[in-house]
């Protein structure tokens, strides 16, 4: 072999090494810049419905429900509308943190669907609480907590005159379902839950997945006519197939939970708890199984409200969060998956006391 030329030497000996060391730096500072969340909150319709009360004019019963999806109630919409509920869970989250609307500087609104089309449910939520700040909302399913949780990350990273963000997620599936359909409308439940993050160092890593999956999960609305449209249209209810769904949720939440978990050099032991978007206690239980993880680590509120889409994670860290489950330090994984097929996780420390 060959001399190395002197200046290939100085690349690799001189220049290399500080070049690494600088990536290495800038790596380690764009990771401290992260985020923590530091209020919780959520609010739910008033009318309770029992499974009992289903079977009085639906072909099911408390047996078939409690057994395949271990949903026992739901709080369902009546006479609210869901920006009232939004309105109220970013007002608990507020109180939480400690900190008022005025101090927020962007609102993420996660939301499948409400009666307005325009404008968004975070301009309407905006208003009510009195904040000034710019607002979005997202529609990732029910998966848009997560989602929502990434893109606030990354508003921290990027900008920075940003401190506080609000993240709420509103949402009504049974207004989608037909409710003469026993397969759909028995999961689904309305509700509202927000959290309140700013600049820290608890959350650690996230994993979002995306992959175009319509069939077994979908909903079309009837769009206004123009003297224009020649294509057949058709509108309905949601339509889902239970058993594909099941499958891909176990599949996705799993590959998601491992890449923040193994990605970030912990075992599935090193996790206190899992936080799983309550769809159907089977899913949740084929996940741990999967895990081989404790049932304590996989606290669930299912059985008091069923599937409330991308509500349900905010709303189950917001009662862990109340009722002192959760101590300062613990390691959390949360999981979604929904239409779409959307599909995330993160892990973070949680950093409240
Ligand atoms: N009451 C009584 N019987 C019922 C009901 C009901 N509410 N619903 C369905 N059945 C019947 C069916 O008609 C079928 O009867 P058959 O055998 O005579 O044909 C039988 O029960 C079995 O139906 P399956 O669909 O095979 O039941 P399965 O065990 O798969 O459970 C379920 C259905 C609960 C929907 C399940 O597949 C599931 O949870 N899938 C995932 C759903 C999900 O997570 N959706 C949301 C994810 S995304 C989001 O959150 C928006």
């Not at 990771?31 to 099911?60: Q, Y």
């Not at 594909?244 to 032991?269: C, H, M, P, R």
Request: aromatic residues 6%; glycine residues 6%; negative net charge.
């Amino acid at each position: 072999m060959g001399r190395i030329p002197p200046h290939i030497a100085t690349v690799t000996t001189i220049i290399l090494p500080i070049v690494c060391t600088q990536i290495h730096l800038l790596t380690k500072l764009i990771k401290i810049i992260k985020m923590n969340i530091i209020g919780t909150g959520r609010a739910h319709p008033s009318l309770t419905v029992a499974n009992d009360m289903l079977s009085t004019f639906l072909d099911t019963s408390d047996e078939w429900i409690t057994t395949r999806t271990g949903i026992k109630q739901r709080q369902l919409i009546s006479h609210e509308k869901l920006e009232d509920l939004a309105a109220e869970a970013c007002k608990n989250a507020l109180q939480d943190a400690g900190i008022s609307a005025e101090d927020l500087d962007f609102i993420i609104c996660s939301n499948v669907v409400n009666e307005h089309i325009t404008p968004s449910l975070s301009c309407i939520v905006q208003g009510m609480i009195g904040a000034t700040c710019p607002c979005f909302d997202l529609n990732s399913a029910c998966a848009g907590f997560i989602y929502a949780l990434d893109i606030a990350n990354s508003f921290f990273k990027s900008k920075s005159d940003i401190n506080h963000i609000l993240v709420v997620c509103a949402e009504e599936p049974t207004r989608m379902c037909d409710w003469q359909e026993r397969s759909t409308c028995v999961l689904f439940g309305d509700g509202a839950g927000a959290a309140v993050l700013t600049r820290g160092d608890g959350v650690e890593a996230f994993s979002l997945s995306s992959f175009s999956s319509v069939e077994p999960l979908y909903q079309i609305r009837n769009l206004e006519k123009t003297p224009f449209i020649t294509k057949k249209e058709f509108g309905g209810p949601l339509v889902m197939k239970g058993q594909d769904v099941f499958k891909l949720a176990v599949k996705s939440s799993l590959n998601d939970i491992q890449k923040v978990v193994e990605g970030n050099g912990l075992t599935y032991d090193d996790v206190d708890y899992y936080l799983l978007h309550q769809a159907n206690i089977r899913i949740i239980e084929t996940i741990r199984k999967s895990l081989h993880q404790d049932k304590v680590k996989f606290p669930h509120n299912i059985e008091n409200y069923g599937n409330t889409s991308s509500a349900s994670l905010p709303i189950l860290l917001d009662e862990l969060n109340r009722n002192q489950t959760l101590n300062c330090g613990d390691t959390i994984v949360l999981s979604a998956f929904g239409a779409g097929f959307t599909a995330g996780a993160c892990l973070l420390k949680w950093s409240k006391n």
